[in-house]
């Protein structure tokens, strides 16, 4: 199975940060990446597919990165509806595993 | 407008049966994959398995193969996750999403079905 390793798993910043978070699997999976938003209570959202395709709806300000084995989520300027927890998903190989998220707080 | 609606909270004994079902409209049912995600108590997401309402193609992680079963009725465009045997451990939140074809993410996922295993 791979394993995917998020870091940090939480960071503090305030409303106008650039916000980047990591995402390495345990072997390559090319672009086969994907990030999810969840706020309390709620299912995840899918903001990026594909390493660096954004979901339609999804605000300009997020990005993604990356190929083989690291990708980056990227907020440009970060707003106070992006406080959330941020997981990264492979789909490359079955089983289609989670990292264990980023929790991005305001500082 | 695609939605994914699920069954309602569920409160159960150790050793009950449960079948949790997910009600999609707004897309052809059999021509997407539906996955299952458990998400425990202040935990990350957790992917259970995919199956595909067309043929009943089911795809299970080795972590929950043999400890549930997945079944999709075409007719009520309906998936479903049940247990046999529920033990305390699987208290969690169970959320269905839609998964294009091969290799692509959740697009679109259910408001999540809490299910509570306490004797």
């Known amino acids: 199975d791979i394993q995917m390793t998020q870091s940090p798993s939480s960071l503090s910043a305030s409303v106008g940060d650039r916000v980047t978070i990591t995402c390495r699997a345990s072997?390559?999976?090319?672009?086969?990446l994907n990030w999810y938003q969840q706020k309390p209570g709620k299912a995840p959202k899918l903001l990026i597919y594909?390493?660096?395709s954004l979901q339609s709806g999804v605000p300009s300000r997020f990005s993604g990165g990356g190929t083989g084995t690291d990708f980056t989520l990227t907020i440009s300027s970060l707003q106070p509806e992006d406080f959330a927890t941020y997981y990264c998903?492979?789909?490359?190989?079955?089983?289609?595993?989670f990292g264990g998220g980023t929790k991005v707080e305001l500082k | 407008e695609v939605q994914l609606v699920q069954s309602g909270a569920e409160v159960k004994k150790p050793g009950e049966s449960l079948k949790i079902s997910c009600k999609v409209s707004?897309?052809?049912?059999?021509?997407?994959?539906i996955g299952w995600v458990r998400q425990m108590p202040g935990k990350g997401p957790e992917w259970m398995g995919i199956?595909?309402?067309?043929?009943?193609?089911?795809r299970y992680s080795p972590s929950f193969q043999g400890q549930v079963t997945f079944s999709a009725d075409k007719s009520i465009n309906t998936a479903y996750l049940q247990w046999n045997s529920l033990q305390a451990s699987d208290t969690a939140m169970y959320y269905c999403?839609?998964?294009?074809?091969?290799?692509?993410?959740?697009?679109?996922w259910g408001q999540g079905t809490l299910v509570t295993v306490s004797s």
């Open positions: 999403a839609r998964q294009g074809v091969t290799q692509q993410p959740f697009d679109y």
């Open positions: 707004g897309y052809t049912f059999s021509n997407y994959w």
């Open positions: 199956i595909y309402p067309g043929d009943s193609d089911t």
């Open positions: 072997q390559s999976i090319s672009t086969y």
């Open positions: 594909a390493a660096s």
């Open positions: 998903q492979q789909s490359h190989s079955l089983p289609r595993s």
